[in-house]
Every structure is written in structure tokens, then in C-alpha cells.
């Protein structure tokens, strides 16, 4: 099969982060593309009625350690930010405005250089200005998107990609689904990949 593989991911998750840096390689090795959907756990989290994982006790300082074990495994780039973890609606919606402007291949760019901002060089993406500079680092014009991410159709665009994601019973990022298929965490790459090679697991 041919169709496309949806990721859904939030900029504020390290796991979210590390599936960023390697799911279209890994898509292309099999002739699939992917199509990316900025979400946000602080919405979701109201509905599983959970809390980011570093604020969970015992298992967050666990986490702490897993990332960074987890970063120098698959040789990513990797920082736990002084600030972490963020909001990032903000984030969010230059990303839509992006994808919906100038391509979903630009799109990926710059999703990937957020990503990078925060999880690589610790810097705070909640805010405007980071975004910005991310924006003109992969060729954006940061002064169109400044404009455009606060458009109140791109608002709307996040809060129903969220509706969608939570009919979908997506409750985590990454959260990857194939072919009807879902999968929940960087941990199931082996099983993505185990699918797209031979169609079942």
C-alpha cells in the first residue's frame, strides 16, 4: 500500500522529538510519505485526565534518564531544556500556516528546525521570537508567518485538528498510525518498520 502515514506529534515531547528526526528516512525506505499534524497534549491530557511525564513522580526522573540514554542510542542531538516542558500552541499554529502557505515539504523543515531549537539547543519555543528565527533559518519569511500564525482560521485549524486527533483516541505523541494501524511512542519504531516491510506484524 501506498497511503500516506500520519504523524501526530506535540513540539513539547522529547519522544515526539526523537520520531521527528526519523520517520520520513524511515517511511521512504518503504515508498510511503508522511503527513505531519502539529497537536496539543495540554488539551489531550484534560481528557485522559494524566500530566506531562516529568511531573509524574518516580517516573519522571526516570524519563530524564531514559531520554538522554535514548538520544545517545540513535545518535540525536539532545538536551533536556532549563524550561520543559512549554506551551506550544504558539508553535503549533505557525506550523499549520506553513503546511497551508508554503507546502508540506517546507512544512517538515520547519517543524524539524523547532524541533531542533528546543530539544537540540535548549532554547524556549513557547514564545514568538524563536519561532521566528527558526522560521528564517529554513527560508520562511518570519514577518508573513508572524502575520499569518495569528490568524484567527489558523486557531480554529488547530482546535480541529485536536477534535480530530482525539476521535482518532490519540492520547500521546508520537502517535503514528498506519494503514489503520496505530502505534504510540519512538519505542515502536521496530514495529512500524517490521509493517511497512512486510504489510502485518
Partial sequence: MSTPIQFYFDYSSPYGYFAAMRIDELAAKYGRQVEWHPILLGVIFKTTETKP??????????????????????????????????????AARATLWVQNTCGKDKAKQFAKKLFQTFFADGVDISEVPPILKAAEDVGLDSLELANGMIQQEIKDQLKEEIEHALKLGIFGSPYIIIDGEPFWGFDRFDQIEALLKNGKI
Fill in 53 to 90: 511525564l516529568m511531573h509524574i513522580p518516580l517516573k519522571g526522573e526516570y524519563s530524564k534518564h531514559d531520554l538522554l540514554r535514548t538520544a545517545r542510542f540513535h545518535q540525536i542531538d539532545f538536551v533536556i531544556p532549563a524550561n520543559f516542558p512549554v506551551a506550544t500552541q504558539q
